[in-house]
């Protein structure tokens, strides 16, 4: 069976003879049983009981739509599992978003600081290099001058 199939063959089987077998009885004179090869039934005196087909009829629906509706069930329960685990793993990334999203924050916040704190240095470095241009100005101080005719006498 492929798994691209849109119906699952048990579950068309199962609703075929479950909406098929109540259908039997409404046409007269005709009973399951006359499809249903026979068998011999040695009856016991412990178990003897006299059944008519109707109610043979009526006891094979009966169970049929048990075990149909008992199928179904474990295929919702499975499929219930299926959900619950979807959900928590839905949960558990929904956590691990909210600790990354106040990772990313706090490292946000790190990095205004650190811009803080470099805006500050440079308006510092900005405002010594001007100060230093301004003693430069004013006191413009030169090595002494190494005469080069002295030094060779």
């Given at each position: 069976m492929s798994d691209k199939s849109e119906w699952d063959v048990s579950v068309v089987v199962?609703?075929?003879?479950?909406?098929s077998l109540p259908l039997t009885l409404l046409v007269p004179n005709f009973s399951i049983w006359q499809v249903v090869p026979k068998v011999q039934?040695?009856?016991y005196h412990i178990i003897s009981q006299e059944l008519?087909?109707?109610?043979?009829?009526?006891?094979?629906?009966?169970?049929?739509?048990?075990?149909?509706?008992?199928?179904?069930?474990?295929?919702k329960r499975k499929l219930d599992d299926m959900v619950e685990k979807v959900l928590a793993v839905n949960q558990a990334t929904d956590e691990t978003m909210e600790v990354e999203h106040g990772r990313q924050t706090a490292a946000v916040r790190v990095c205004v600081e650190l811009l803080d704190a470099s805006v500050d240095h440079?308006?510092?470095?900005?405002?010594?290099?001007?100060?230093?241009?301004?003693?430069?100005?004013?006191?413009?101080?030169?090595p002494p001058v190494v005469d080069l005719s002295d030094c060779l006498l």
């Open positions: 199962g609703v075929l003879i479950v909406f039934v040695v009856r008519s087909w109707h109610q043979i009829n009526s006891a094979v629906v009966t169970l049929l739509v048990l075990f149909f509706c008992l199928y179904l069930e474990m295929r440079y308006e510092n470095l900005v405002l010594l290099r001007g100060e230093l241009r301004k003693r430069e100005k004013t006191k413009k101080q030169y």
